[in-house]
């Protein structure tokens, strides 16, 4: 966070997550902590790069304002990630109900008896986030150590024995019912043979 004396900006680095093609936003907060209207401008040193809203205004008395920085899609990666764009950031005292339509440049020239406070903001890429393979996050989650150490091709070999093998084992007691049930037919047959031959006794 930059401290002035009439606003308090945060971030003081303007971070873009770069990707090429892509346009690219980060917000900067402006705290006027003070009880004056304060008027406030935005500059860069590469204009046709960004583009900045509001890029002038006014921040109430105790309040808050948002600016959005938005980077226009880059064809080419910068060498090393690096980047010495910069930013400014004045601001002044304005009159009581000022409005953004009442900003003029005048107000920000030093030369004319204007007490102007400036903040310097740099501009730095980082890298974008990237999100993790939900086919890796399985493998990670489901494996054993064991499993994988040897993911070079036994893994999928015993993933494959041993889906038949869930098989074998569910069917085994179905297989022992159906020969129980048959025992058990065979034994009541036998029974009523046996019952039939006493009544005609």
Same mark, same amino acid.
């Given at each position: 966070m930059?401290?002035?004396?009439?606003?308090?900006?945060?971030?003081?680095?303007?971070?873009?997550?770069?990707?090429?093609?892509?346009?690219?936003?980060?917000?900067?907060?402006?705290?006027?902590?003070?009880?004056?209207?304060?008027?406030?401008?935005?500059?860069?040193?590469?204009?046709?790069?960004?583009?900045?809203?509001?890029?002038?205004?006014?921040?109430?008395?105790?309040?808050?304002?948002?600016?959005?920085?938005?980077m226009q899609?880059?064809?080419e990666?910068?060498?090393?990630?690096?980047?010495?764009?910069?930013?400014l950031?004045?601001?002044?005292?304005?009159?009581?109900?000022?409005?953004?339509?009442?900003?003029?440049?005048?107000?920000?020239?030093?030369?004319?008896?204007?007490?102007?406070?400036?903040?310097?903001?740099?501009?730095v890429y980082?890298?974008?986030?990237?999100?993790?393979?939900? !086919?890796?996050?399985?493998?990670? +989650?489901?494996?054993? *150590?064991?499993?994988?150490? $040897? @993911?070079?091709? &036994? #893994?999928?070999?015993?993933?494959?024995?041993? !889906?038949?093998?869930?098989?074998? +084992?569910?069917?085994? *007691?179905?297989?022992?019912? $159906? @020969?129980?049930? &048959? #025992?058990?037919?065979?034994l009541?047959?036998?029974?009523?043979?046996?019952?039939?031959?006493?009544w005609?006794?």
């Open positions: 930059s401290t002035g004396e009439l606003l308090n900006i945060e971030p003081v680095e303007l971070q873009f997550p770069f990707e090429l093609r892509k346009q690219i936003s980060c917000s900067l907060n402006l705290s006027n902590k003070t009880d004056n209207y304060v008027a406030f401008k935005v500059k860069t040193t590469n204009p046709k790069k960004y583009c900045v809203r509001p890029n002038t205004g006014v921040v109430l008395p105790r309040s808050t304002c948002n600016v959005i920085v938005t899609a880059q064809k990666a910068p060498a090393d990630m690096q980047c010495k764009d910069k930013f950031l004045q601001s002044v005292v304005a009159s009581p109900g000022a409005a953004p339509k009442d900003i003029t440049p005048e107000m920000f020239n030093r030369e004319s008896g204007h007490r102007v406070e400036e903040s310097k903001l740099r501009v980082v890298a974008p986030p990237r999100p993790p393979s939900p !086919v890796r996050e399985g493998s990670e +989650e489901g494996s054993s *150590p064991r499993a994988s150490v $040897s @993911e070079n091709g &036994s #893994l999928n070999a015993a993933e494959v024995t041993s !889906v038949p093998r869930a098989h074998v +084992e569910r069917h085994e *007691p179905q297989n022992n019912s $159906s @020969e129980v049930t &048959s #025992l058990c037919f065979s009541v047959g036998t029974f009523s043979l046996g019952i039939g031959i006493l005609s006794l």
